[in-house]
Nanobody, 128 residues
């Protein structure tokens, strides 16, 4: 049974940092494309960061580029999203997702329906 479990969310002041974790069981991250999405009420789920199979390459949405950093610990089967310089607009529910195989390139890389596995989400709230 595949399970992705996010953790690390919480409340932080603008300019602060948080590190989200996504621990996997039932799959091996080194062979999966893994991404983080976020969603606020009334808006579509937005892909923000993706880590290429094996953790060799990462890519980010413009909204988080330069502030968020992905990393992968294959020994712990966990992907981390380090979020720095948080802004009010980063407030959202954050989800990790994965599918077996290589990540797509370009805009299709965040196509939601290609991600077979999703976590339950972790809330991030940024306040002024």
């Amino acid at each position: 049974q595949v399970q992705l479990v996010e953790s690390g969310g919480g409340s932080v002041q603008a300019g602060g940092s948080l590190r989200l974790s996504c621990a996997a069981s039932g799959i091996t991250y080194s062979t999966y494309c893994v991404a983080w999405f976020r969603q606020t009420p009334g808006k579509e789920r937005e892909g923000i960061a993706i880590i290429v199979t094996g953790g060799r390459f990462t890519d980010y949405a413009d909204s988080v580029k330069g502030r968020f950093t992905l990393s992968q610990d294959n020994a712990k089967n966990t992907v981390y999203l380090q979020m720095n310089s948080l802004k009010l607009e980063d407030t959202a529910m954050y989800y990790c997702a994965a599918y077996l195989g290589a990540c797509l390139v370009g805009p299709p890389k965040f196509t939601r329906n290609i991600f077979a596995y999703w976590g339950q989400g972790t809330q991030v709230t940024v306040s002024s």
